[in-house]
């Protein structure tokens, strides 16, 4: 398996600008998870899905944020407009209800965001 | 509100010592907690966990060591290794199932040769 995929790497964009995070989760994984890194705060939790549906936005830092997850194979991360305190790293998490460990998320490698 | 903290951003250590990372969590209703590993230009992959049942949980060189009446755990990595630099994430959930979880702002751990 490729692991969870996120595209792109890294991003550069001026203020006002929209910007659209991608991720692909593992197959098979029912749960999918929107993070922020940041040093003041560490990894902060925006928003997870639960097979498709939005089951908990309440990290979503404000109504610029918006994330979709249309199919189980993808979703996104959308901020309109963008502003230079978003810079931080973006990184997509998946998980499986099948068996296992079912709290141990995947995590994909990231977004580097930078907003001038 | 920090409910996940990592007092000590960063932790040098010299290779063959124990390497000793703390966590302490402010949430009674807590009760699985995880560590995860991170290199730079990575992400976090998951190393161990413990449930709120036990007290220790050992893999390996990793040992994860629990108090729940002062909310605290730790992480003990013994031998350390110059492989084990990098940033080491605590993180909690509430309620078995529940698959959220909550990271604490991540300890560097460098180990010197």
């Known amino acids: 398996d490729a692991g969870v995929i996120q595209s792109p790497r890294h991003e550069v964009t001026e203020m006002g600008q929209e910007v659209t995070l991608r991720c692909k989760p593992i197959?098979?994984?029912?749960?999918l998870f929107w993070y922020r890194q940041t040093m003041m705060r560490g990894l902060e939790l925006l928003i997870y899905?639960?097979?498709?549906?939005?089951?908990?936005d309440s990290g979503m830092p404000e109504d610029r944020f918006s994330a979709k997850m249309p199919n189980a194979s993808f979703s996104t991360l959308k901020i309109q407009p963008s502003e230079p305190r978003d810079s931080a790293v973006y990184f997509c998490?998946?998980?499986?209800?099948?068996?296992?460990?079912?709290?141990?998320?995947?995590f994909g490698p990231g977004t580097r965001l930078l907003v001038l | 509100d920090q409910q996940v903290k990592q007092n000590s951003p960063s932790l040098s250590v010299q290779e063959g010592r124990i390497s000793i990372l703390n966590c302490d969590y402010t949430?009674?209703?807590?009760?699985?907690f995880l560590w995860y590993k991170k290199y730079p230009a990575e992400g976090p992959t998951f190393l161990i966990s413990?449930?709120?049942?036990?007290d220790k949980n050992e893999d390996g060189r990793f040992t994860v060591f629990l108090n729940k009446s002062a909310k605290h755990l730790s992480l003990h990595i013994v031998p350390s290794q110059p492989g084990d630099s990098a940033v080491y994430f605590c993180?909690?959930?509430?309620?078995?199932?529940?698959?959220?979880?909550?990271f604490g702002t991540g300890t560097r751990l460098t180990i010197i040769p």
């Open positions: 413990i449930s709120s049942i036990k």
């Open positions: 899905f639960n097979n498709n549906v939005p089951i908990d």
């Open positions: 949430n009674s209703m807590f009760d699985y």
């Open positions: 998490a998946s998980s499986s209800t099948a068996g296992g460990l079912r709290e141990t998320q995947y």
């Open positions: 197959s098979g994984h029912d749960y």
């Open positions: 993180a909690a959930s509430a309620i078995r199932g529940n698959e959220k979880l909550t």
